[in-house]
C-alpha cells in the first residue's frame, strides 16, 4: 500500500511542472550551450563555442527583471502626472499668501506672522489686481531716418558662370 501510494505521488510530480519536491534535471556544464555569468540581478549568458554573449537568451533570462523595471516606471510617471494635475487644480495665489495642507506644518519665515484667511478674501485678492502705474513716454524724435530698404538679390538659374575679364 504505501509503494503504490509512492508510486502514485511521483506519477503527479511528473505532470504537475511546478512541484515542490522535484528536483530539476540538470545537465552537466560540458552538455550546457551558454557559459551564465550573474552580475547583480542580471544574468550575462555567452557561447562556449566562442564565447560571445548570446543576446537572445540573455534578454530572455533578463525579461521579467526588464519588464519589473518599466512597469516601475510607469508608476512613478503616472504619480508624477497626478500629483502635476493636483497643482494645477490650486487657485493661484496672490503674493504674500501660501496654501498649507492639513498636516503639513507651518513654517513662518522670521518678520512674519501666520493669519488664517477665508476663501471669499483670497477669491476677491485673486480678481482685484494692483493698478500697474503709468509713466509718461518721451516725445518722439525730430529727425529719424527713412528705414534701410534692401532689395533681394536676382534668383539666378543655372547657366555658364560670368568670368570677369
Known amino acids: 500500500m504505501v509503494r503504490s501510494a509512492?508510486?502514485?505521488v511521483r506519477e503527479f510530480e511528473g505532470i504537475l511542472p511546478n512541484a515542490a519536491s522535484r528536483e530539476p534535471d540538470e545537465?552537466?556544464?560540458e552538455e550546457r550551450p551558454h557559459i551564465v555569468e550573474k552580475g547583480g540581478d542580471v544574468q550575462v549568458f555567452r557561447k562556449r563555442e566562442d564565447g560571445n554573449v548570446?543576446?537572445?537568451a540573455t534578454g530572455l533570462a533578463n525579461f521579467p527583471n526588464a519588464m519589473k523595471w518599466v512597469g516601475e516606471q510607469y508608476d512613478k510617471i503616472q504619480k508624477n502626472a497626478e500629483r502635476q494635475r493636483q497643482q494645477a487644480q490650486r487657485p493661484n495665489l496672490p503674493p504674500g499668501y501660501v496654501e498649507v495642507m492639513p498636516g503639513q506644518?507651518?513654517?513662518v519665515p522670521p518678520g512674519y506672522i501666520a493669519v488664517p484667511v477665508s476663501e471669499q478674501e483670497v477669491q476677491a485678492a485673486v480678481i482685484?489686481?494692483?493698478p500697474a502705474p503709468q509713466q509718461e513716454l518721451p516725445p518722439p524724435p525730430e529727425h529719424v531716418?527713412?528705414?534701410i530698404q534692401e532689395e533681394p538679390p536676382a534668383v539666378r538659374g543655372?547657366?555658364?558662370p560670368h568670368v570677369p575679364e
Open 27 to 29: 545537465e552537466p556544464d
Open 54 to 56: 548570446d543576446p537572445w
Open 158 to 160: 543655372w547657366g555658364v
Open 6 to 8: 509512492a508510486e502514485a
Open 145 to 147: 531716418p527713412p528705414p
Open 128 to 130: 482685484t489686481p494692483p
Open 105 to 107: 506644518p507651518i513654517n
